[in-house]
């Protein structure tokens, strides 16, 4: 397909920080993306590139841009692409750096999610389906959500602190349905926490959850399972958490809360809320670097439950290879800014698929109304997204993408109640 030119401005993300927005024009038309941004970042992630100098407090994305507008535009307008993969390497080759600090992910990943929208809609197809081409999937899938109903960490002001904690609803016959339930619940709670604390405590962090003035993670737990039993759906909605540990991790301990804990020790706390409240999946239980940490907790929990790897993994089928060698989790969280293209998402999504893990496609904490993402999860046909609460704009963005895709899916192919490995 040939690409007639691209061209990128900054606008803003959900926290009124600037990011990238990129078009790429065709035959077809013109395509257009916007790319998120993290607060709980991993340090090995491949690089944003943000101006450090006066404006925006030194968060501007001028220089993204530029680049987009300069460099990336004179490799690739004009050129005739033929796959994804093409344009993908392309930039990669142009950039010729290992963690894209040269472009800045920033400015690729713009251009490759433009370049899938433009893609698509040269084939005539919607963009699920050519990610299902892409990676080989037979069988586009409706995601079980994973629904981040209480806010903490770094997306609430806090320290010490678990960051997520999610409702799943895994046992329905439909995603709208799981949707409808985790909704439901989302509001039951609200009430509960307004009647305990007050309206205050109702008021939203940056993922969409509440911030109730709730210390103890079992209290939190304990009142998420009420609310999914006064919701009417007890069971049917099981609980997930992204601990985001590398934020309370230092001189090898863990801090939560007023307690302090050794890797082992973490553990153990963690297979205690596994036994007591029913969680299916914990993400980033121990610290980006702690392999050792990783592999303990992996092999006391790992066969009972998803260890999602997020700031460990950063979507780097490298990093993915040493976690698969060490047997350090069973799970990929895949972000598509971390790693800066479409192609490497899409590599690091079948990796997982050959090792028997699951994927579970996240958005980050700094959030646009592009769903890209929400096609994305379809089309692996993975099974789980980590898309926030259901509220606000940017979050509900991607809910309503797939509940638009819905309908149009083939009825065999529409949900699956569990998690999918391999
Ligand atoms: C995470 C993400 C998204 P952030 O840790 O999984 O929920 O947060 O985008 O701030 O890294
Ligand atoms: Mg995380």
Not at 108 to 127: F, P
Not at 290 to 296: I, T
Not at 400 to 410: D, G, K, S, T, V
Request: with cysteine; charged share 25%; proline share 2%.
């Amino acid at each position: 397909m040939l690409i007639k030119r691209v061209h990128a401005r900054q606008v803003l993300d959900s926290r009124g920080n600037p990011t990238v927005w990129a078009e790429v024009l065709t035959q077809k038309g013109a395509f257009s993306a916007m790319v998120p941004s993290g607060a709980s970042t991993g340090k090995h992630e491949a690089l944003e590139l943000r101006d450090k100098d006066s404006a925006f407090g030194g968060n501007g994305v001028q220089k993204a841009v530029s680049n987009v507008n300069n460099q990336i535009s004179k490799a690739v307008s004009g050129k005739d692409f033929s796959s994804q993969k093409e344009l993908d390497d392309a930039l990669i080759k142009l950039d010729g750096t290992k963690n894209k600090s040269n472009l800045g992910a920033n400015a690729m990943l713009g251009i490759s999610m433009s370049y899938t929208r433009a893609l698509a809609a040269e084939k005539g197809i919607a963009v699920y389906d050519l990610v299902a081409q892409i990676a080989g999937q037979k069988r586009p899938l409706l995601p079980i959500p994973q629904l981040n109903v209480l806010n903490g960490g770094k997306h609430a002001g806090k320290e010490n602190d678990i960051q997520e904690h999610m409702l799943m609803p895994m046992n329905f016959s439909s995603f709208s349905d799981a949707l409808q339930a985790g909704a439901e619940t989302y509001h039951v709670l609200k009430k509960m926490l307004k009647k305990k604390f007050g309206s205050q405590a109702t008021l939203l962090g940056d993922e969409g959850g509440f911030v109730p003035p709730m210390e103890n993670v079992e209290d939190r737990l304990e009142l998420m399972l009420l609310a999914c039993e006064e919701a009417g759906y007890g069971k049917k909605i099981s609980i997930a958490l992204d601990c985001a540990s590398s934020e309370f991790f230092e001189n090898g301990k863990y801090s939560i809360g007023a307690k302090s804990f050794s890797a082992g020790e973490l553990s153990d706390f963690y297979a205690g809320l596994v036994e007591k409240f029913g969680i299916v999946s914990i993400e980033d239980g121990m610290a980006e670097d702690d392999w050792q940490g990783w592999k303990e907790l992996n092999s006391k929990l790992g066969k009972k439950i998803q260890l999602v790897g997020d700031d460990l993994l950063v979507t780097n089928v490298e990093r993915m290879k040493t976690a698969i060698e060490e047997k350090a989790c069973n799970s990929l969280l895949l972000k598509v800014n971390q790693i800066g293209t479409v192609s490497e998402s899409i590599d690091a999504a079948l990796l997982a698929k050959r090792s028997n893990w699951s994927t579970v496609v996240s958005h980050r904490s700094g959030e646009t109304e592009d769903a890209f993402i929400a096609d994305l999860v379809v089309g692996l046909g993975c099974g789980q997204s980590k898309f926030g609460a259901p509220a606000r704009s940017e979050r509900v963005a991607k809910y309503n993408r797939l509940l638009q895709i819905e309908p149009q899916l083939a009825r065999e192919s529409v949900f699956s109640a569990r998690i999918l490995r391999g």
